[in-house]
């Protein structure tokens, strides 16, 4: 074999399983193929300061442009400031730390035609052999996954005065709702330069990228803020998984490795993926055998986990998205929002406890009881022959 490991795609996941390992197992013959110029595309991943631990913060900490003490969320009936920290990387700040870091190993601008647990084959006919090759090119669509949509277009806006924010608004939702719950997202990463994203957690996405420019435009005419100029734009939609049948979804990879949203490896609520990658990255340093089968049933093995401990958030999912009108899902934000700050940063992190919950699920809800219980009980895809 010309190479121990074969990263397909270099995104967030195998972008930093690449760099991790390049700092931790330099004896390996690693690989990253990238179709894109760059690594990273265009992006900003984000993180709360509890998702990481003292190490995983420690050797990330290179990519991280900015981080704030706290951040604000805003409902029409609920604003509110919270002592957690959160964190960014950009796509720019990634490519420039792991792209030198990697050198040769690093091929951009290469398509790839076909992968398989061993080997590659690149657009223009050039097979890649390997112990095993890792699929991390982002979702694929799955009969054995129901995925809601959360759809976003941002703007990177250098503005002519100060905007005078000190921290991320993660969710300002005082904001025309529409066919979903719809929030704006605004990080200050420096006095005058701020990025906006207009977001939407859908069903299917029906505006248009002029339509969501349109409502960052009004968003920041509302703050009373002037544009100098636009530096990025981005956009996406990140899955967020109402239901699913785990097994088949991992029987279709049929012995792929796999990472990042491609395994499923996401906060099932939030779309945030970075925590789960960095962890991805941190257990295939550890690896001693780089064989495609051993790494695919490892790999199986921690997404299962993942997908055994977010049964309570698929559960949340499905009331936001289930249970009463799109228009008025804000409402159950903006409840859980009035929660304790522990456990919204036990939420984020994916570690909510029974108590955390039990707590959650108590009192008045925010959308009527029997569509909420109808929603709690669709557990499998078969019961979604009708969700677009």
Aim: a positive charge.
């Amino acid at each position: 074999m010309s190479h121990d490991l074969i990263l397909a795609g270099g995104g967030l996941a195998n972008g930093l399983i690449a760099w991790r390992l390049k700092q931790t197992r330099p004896e390996l013959r690693v690989l990253c193929i990238e179709e894109q110029p760059k690594l990273g595309g265009n992006h900003t991943w984000s993180f709360h300061h509890g998702d990481l631990n003292a190490e995983q913060h420690q050797w990330i900490k290179p990519l991280v442009v900015k981080t704030w003490p706290s951040y604000h969320v805003h409902f029409p009936a609920r604003s509110r400031h919270l002592n957690s920290g959160y964190a960014s990387i950009t796509s720019e700040r990634f490519a420039a730390v792991i792209e030198p870091a990697l050198g040769a190993d690093l091929r951009t601008g290469q398509r790839i035609a076909k992968i398989t647990p061993r080997s590659l084959v690149l657009e223009n006919a050039e097979t890649l052999e390997a112990a095993a090759v890792i699929d991390g090119r982002g979702v694929q669509a799955s009969a054995q996954m129901v995925l809601g949509k959360q759809a976003f277009l941002g703007q990177l806006l250098r503005l002519h005065a100060p905007h005078g924010l000190t921290s991320p608004i993660i969710m300002d939702a005082r904001v025309a709702q529409g066919d979903g719950y719809r929030f704006v997202y605004v990080l200050p990463f420096s006095a005058d330069t701020v990025l906006v994203e207009d977001t939407h957690y859908v069903d299917r996405q029906l505006l248009s990228h002029e339509q969501l420019r349109q409502h960052i435009a009004d968003y920041v005419r509302q703050q009373g803020w002037s544009v100098a100029a636009c530096l990025r734009e981005e956009q996406g939609v990140l899955p967020i998984t109402l239901a699913g049948d785990f097994e088949a979804f991992w029987d279709e990879a049929q012995g792929q490795p796999r990472s990042g949203l491609r395994a499923g490896l996401f906060h099932c609520t939030t779309g945030y993926s970075l925590p789960h990658a960095v962890r991805l990255a941190d257990w295939i340093a550890t690896q001693q055998s780089f064989d495609a089968e051993a790494l695919a049933r490892g790999m199986r093995e921690r997404a299962r986990q993942q997908w055994q401990r977010q049964g309570f958030y698929r559960l949340l999912n499905r009331m936001l998205f289930l249970a009463g009108r799109p228009q008025d899902r804000w409402q159950v934000m903006q409840r859980f929002y009035g929660l304790s700050e522990g456990l919204i940063e036990r939420f984020y992190a994916g570690d909510s406890s029974v108590r955390d919950k039990l707590r959650v699920l108590t009192g008045k809800p925010p959308v009527p009881v029997g569509e909420a219980m109808h929603a709690a009980f669709r557990l499998r895809p078969r019961h979604y022959e009708n969700f677009r």
